[in-house]
């Protein structure tokens, strides 16, 4: 998702410090101290306008939540989509990073899990290294993650999610479960909708799966 700069996100990003991290250094193995609770953090790497994000702060209040967002305008357009809601959610904060560099940004062991969503496919080889399956990023989220932390993809892309396969088996990870058409499955009585999953499944395509720990 590529938006236009948006005039309006610095102003607002000012104004709700408390809300969204944008020097995510400054507090690295602090993160405890930003939410009300002290119970364990889950991240999303590339949330968009947030709304997977937004909806899994609000199911589940017993745990801590933070969306990643590498483009500035849309971590901004995710921050005002948490404010328009009835309710404030003191589990939810936003930090504006890229996914590459989360071990500059969190401490060892900080986070509990982390879910990637629709994540841009890269589809050219010479691109792999982007695809946020790739080895590189899966040493990050290994380094941030609690021991054998878990890790939770979705995504329509049949060709990132094979690579995705092959990626985390290449790495040792131990696959809990994939599925290849989500929607139909006992697994979607607790999935919390993504926007481009309610997008590509109204499209009729189907919805991939996978969940592993390292
Ligand atoms: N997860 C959302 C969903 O399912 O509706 C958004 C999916 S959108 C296709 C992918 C998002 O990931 C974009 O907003 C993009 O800017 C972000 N992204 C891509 N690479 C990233 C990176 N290295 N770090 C953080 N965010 C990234």
Redesign the pocket.
């Known amino acids: 998702?590529r938006v236009r700069n948006k005039t309006w996100a610095e102003p607002l990003i000012e104004s709700n410090r408390d809300r969204i991290v944008t020097k995510g250094a400054d507090i690295r193995g602090q993160w405890q101290n930003r939410f009300e609770r002290n119970q364990p953090i889950n991240i999303?790497?590339?949330?968009?306008?947030g709304?997977?994000i937004i909806n899994m702060a609000k199911k589940y209040p017993e745990q801590n939540f933070i969306g990643?967002?590498?483009?500035k305008s849309?971590a901004a357009i995710a921050l005002k989509n948490s404010l328009d809601m009835d309710i404030q959610l003191p589990n939810l904060q936003f930090l504006y990073?890229?996914?590459?560099e989360l071990t500059d940004y969190f401490e060892n062991g900080e986070i509990n899990k982390v879910y990637l969503?629709?994540?841009?496919p890269w589809p050219k080889t010479r691109h792999e290294k982007?695809r946020?399956t790739f080895k590189t990023f899966l040493k990050v989220y290994e380094t941030i993650l609690v021991d054998h932390g878990e890790l939770e993809f979705k995504t329509d892309n049949m060709g990132l999610f094979e690579f995705s396969l092959t990626s985390l088996n290449n790495y040792g990870m131990t696959y809990e479960g994939v599925w290849l058409n989500l929607h139909d499955s006992s697994e979607n009585e607790q999935n919390v909708e993504?926007?481009?999953?309610q997008k590509f499944s109204a499209m009729g395509q189907p919805i991939y799966k996978l969940k592993a720990h390292f």
């Open positions: 998702m999303e790497v590339g949330m968009g306008k709304q997977f990643i967002e590498v483009q849309v990073a890229d996914g590459a969503n629709f994540s841009d982007r946020l993504t926007e481009y999953e």
